[in-house]
């Protein structure tokens, strides 16, 4: 008997977009004898429609037609699992519903990858793939997350944390404190936003400033980070969960301007490809020594931020400091789910998918021996109202 796999993508997120290529890769590469793969693609206005049509990439390009052709649902637990319903039903008709056994979010961005649909799984009791409430907002907010690393002995770029309220009360004293602290040139990013959105290197305190409001357009937070002027960027994906995790093969990508653009990681000649199509050396041209502590780094980082799926680790190589390493980020849901890097180490995307849908019930089993109720019935007991917080 074949698995429902509820695919949730799209959402309120400037990176709505990549998320449709992602997932439609996902599902054309699911296997189809073991899984019956049902998109949910979530607008921007936060509706989920279902449908065949929403499989295919072409019919994104007029999308009030293909949503017109798409069913609009909502989803709920009952009795014997969870359901996408149909909200088009007659009033007093029975409403169609197709049930999912495992949700498989391919979502990108805030609202989305940052726990905020991984909470919705766990309000339904529903097995999901991929990282779980905690480890997902940590790996979306890139100071909390880098001050987890810092914790635990990985390095990162010296940085500075400011809000927009902060930024607008007294921008000279951040200016004054970035300049101290760290000196130009720096990168200035929103603190949760993936997909190179908002970043922006500032080489002096005129282009810093446009910087931070570009930056603060797209976050209440921003990141300033010490700039790596000879730079390599190396990426690296770990499959796995908190007892066992395996990283990929290694790339390095190539950029066509200092900071590697959105239109870099998703967009060619030939229209969205996702970053499968972005140009890299894959593997990346390292001495074995360097692989291997990059492998091991991207293993810690997997584990200390306590994620489980498939994520991709990024790092910053300081070629002019004897080839130092840094983490740059981790992606808890990267664009392609990084199934290049997987089929560069030997492991074909279908087999990937298999692994990752095995994680999410391992979780599920795991958890179904812990404790989530205490058996009483404090209204039996007259409690009443009058009780103690």
């Given amino acids: 008997m074949k698995l429902n796999v509820g695919v949730f993508f799209g959402g309120v997120s400037v990176e709505h977009e990549i998320s449709v290529i992602s997932a439609l890769q996902a599902i054309h590469a699911l296997n189809r004898e073991k899984y019956e793969a049902i998109p949910v693609y979530i607008s921007k206005e936060g509706v989920m429609y279902t ?41 007093f008709g029975l409403p169609k519903k197709t049930k999912i056994d495992i949700a498989f979010p391919i979502v990108h961005g805030t609202n989305c990858e940052d726990g905020s649909i991984q909470g919705l799984f766990e309000s339904l009791r529903i097995p999901y793939v991929g990282c779980d409430v905690l480890s ?7 100071d909390i997350m880098k001050q987890v690393l810092r914790q635990n002995n990985i390095p990162v770029v010296d940085f500075v944390t400011i809000t927009s309220r902060q930024w607008a009360s007294d921008s000279k004293e951040i200016i004054d404190r970035v300049e101290g602290e760290i000196g130009y040139p ?17 080489s002096n305190r005129e282009e810093f400033i446009e910087a931070v409001e570009l930056a603060s357009s797209f976050a209440i937070k921003v990141i300033i980070e010490r700039a790596v002027n000879n730079l390599k960027e190396i990426n690296c994906s770990v499959v796995g969960d908190y007892s066992s995790a395996a990283p990929s093969a290694l790339e390095e990508p190539i950029q066509s301007d200092e900071i590697l653009s959105y239109q870099d990681k998703y967009l060619n000649k030939s229209g969205a490809k996702g970053m499968s199509s972005q140009k890299r050396k894959l593997p990346a041209e390292l001495s074995a020594e360097k692989e291997r502590e990059i492998k091991e780094l ?37 664009g392609s789910l990084s199934f290049y890097l997987w089929e560069a180490a030997g492991k074909p995307f279908g087999t990937l998918l298999d692994e990752l849908i095995d994680l999410a019930f391992k979780r599920e089993r795991e958890r179904g021996n812990l404790m989530f109720t205490y058996s009483s019935n404090i209204f039996a007991m007259g409690g009443g109202f009058s009780g103690k917080k």
Avoid: C
Wanted: glycine share 8%; hydrophobic share 40%; proline share 4%.
């Fill in 51 to 91: 449908g065949s049509e929403l499989t295919q990439v072409d019919n994104y390009k007029d999308l009030p037609t293909l949503l017109n052709k798409s069913t609009p649902v909502s989803i709920a637990r009952m009795n014997d699992g969870v359901y996408l319903i149909d909200i088009n039903f007659k009033r």
């Fill in 136 to 142: 997902s907002a940590i790996g979306m907010d890139k």
């Fill in 186 to 202: 720096v990168i200035v990013k929103p603190a949760n936003l993936g997909s190179s959105v908002g970043i922006k290197k500032a």
């Fill in 298 to 334: 991207a293993v810690k980082t997997f584990k200390a931020l306590g994620a489980s799926g498939v994520s991709r680790i990024d790092f910053l190589l300081d070629m002019a400091d004897g080839e130092k390493v840094y983490v740059n980020e981790i992606n808890t849901i990267p």
